[in-house]
């Protein structure tokens, strides 16, 4: 079992920046990739980022590429997504997800993921 911890959300204004972090911690060896998703109201879940923690190949959704960044601490077992320029659009619960295989059916968004965290609230005000 691996347990997924998120923090850091919060409410900020448009063009502000945050920080999430996701610690895992139980038996971790087998989460090779970490994501993030969020969710925002009435919307379904959607793919954020992913990285491959010993790989370090990472991806992103169209719709955050150049604004957030995807990183890891493997001594800490964290990875973190910061976020900049941030727009109301950005408004979600962001949940940290993991699993052993980064890819399936040729995307790194698809397929089920083995575990999730409980989210944290991010909020963007304009």
């Known amino acids: 079992q691996v347990q997924l911890v998120e923090s850091g959300g919060g409410s900020v204004q448009a063009g502000g920046s945050l920080r999430l972090s996701c610690a895992a911690s139980g038996y971790t060896h087998s989460s090779y990739c970490m994501y993030w998703f969020r969710q925002a109201p009435g919307k379904e879940r959607d793919a954020v980022a992913y990285i491959n923690i010993f790989g370090g190949s990472r991806d992103y959704a169209d719709s955050v590429k150049g604004r957030f960044t995807i990183s890891q601490n493997n001594a800490k077992n964290t990875v973190y997504l910061h976020m900049s320029s941030l727009k109301p659009e950005d408004t979600a619960i962001y949940y940290c997800?993991?699993?052993?295989?980064?890819?399936?059916?040729?995307?790194?968004?698809?397929?089920?993921?083995?575990?999730w965290g409980q989210g944290t609230q991010v909020t963007v005000s304009s």
């Open positions: 997800a993991s699993r052993t295989v980064c890819w399936y059916s040729g995307t790194w968004y698809s397929g089920p993921f083995d575990y």
